[in-house]
């Protein structure tokens, strides 16, 4: 399943009450799965399932890319600079990305509707969450879609972290996408938070978070 986030468009979206599906993110921890810890470029860290492998077929430039091709999970991470968008003439608000990232997701998809959105925080950065589910009609067989969309913000960057897989299999993923969510952090505040000196106990700073099947 390739996806695709390089156009914007505006075509209307069809947005569903919150009473017919509200999913809130908890960050509490209740999944069996066993997950592995990651690191992109020193940007961010976050755990994924040890189940889900590297890949670089899902996305043109997202610089994470996890698949688990058995289960049908599926996960982008992609990094924008804010100075770089800047000297592009984009000075957005987080409302306004979050609104630009759940556009350009469904302009890959013949039919979307918006089930939930919220704000909320994460490690200390301001998210915007939002429960997406599509259908691909023009493909051999239709396909119905489930996206978590979860856009966060620092000072310096906007992050996308888009995970999708099939509609009948929302109630698996969907656990699976919030450990994803919550492990999310900032490697710049990460390290802040386990340098020794903010730490009595010395707590060792995070590894690298490599692979151990790559």
């Not at 996960?75 to 984009?90: F, H």
């Not at 990305?97 to 301001?126: K, M, P």
């Not at 979860?150 to 897989?165: C, G, M, P």
Request: glycine residues 4%; negative net charge.
């Amino acid at each position: 399943m390739n996806i695709h986030l390089n156009s914007y468009d505006v075509r209307p979206l069809t947005f569903l009450p919150l009473t017919a599906l509200l999913f809130l993110t908890s960050c509490f921890g209740s999944s069996a799965v066993e997950y592995k810890e990651v690191t992109v470029d020193n940007t961010y860290k976050l755990l994924v399932p040890q189940s889900m492998k590297r890949s670089n077929e899902l996305h043109d430039f997202a610089r994470l890319q996890y698949s688990d091709e058995e289960s049908g999970y599926f996960l982008i991470g992609i990094d924008e600079s804010k100075s770089d968008l800047n000297r592009l003439n984009l000075f957005y608000q987080l409302e306004d990305y979050a609104h630009f990232v759940t556009r350009t997701v469904a302009e890959g998809l013949d039919t979307v509707n918006v089930a939930a959105q919220q704000a909320d925080s994460i490690n200390g950065l301001n998210v915007i969450s939002t429960d997406m589910f599509g259908a691909m009609v023009a493909t051999e067989e239709p396909l119905e879609v489930y996206y978590r969309l979860l856009v966060l913000e620092s000072d310096r960057n906007f992050y996308q972290l888009i995970s999708w897989t099939s509609r009948d299999r929302v109630t698996q993923f969907r656990p699976i996408a919030e450990e994803i969510e919550c492990s999310f952090m900032e490697l710049a505040f990460a390290e802040e938070e386990t340098d020794p000196k903010n730490d009595v106990g010395g707590s060792q700073p995070a590894g690298s978070g490599d692979d151990a099947d790559e």
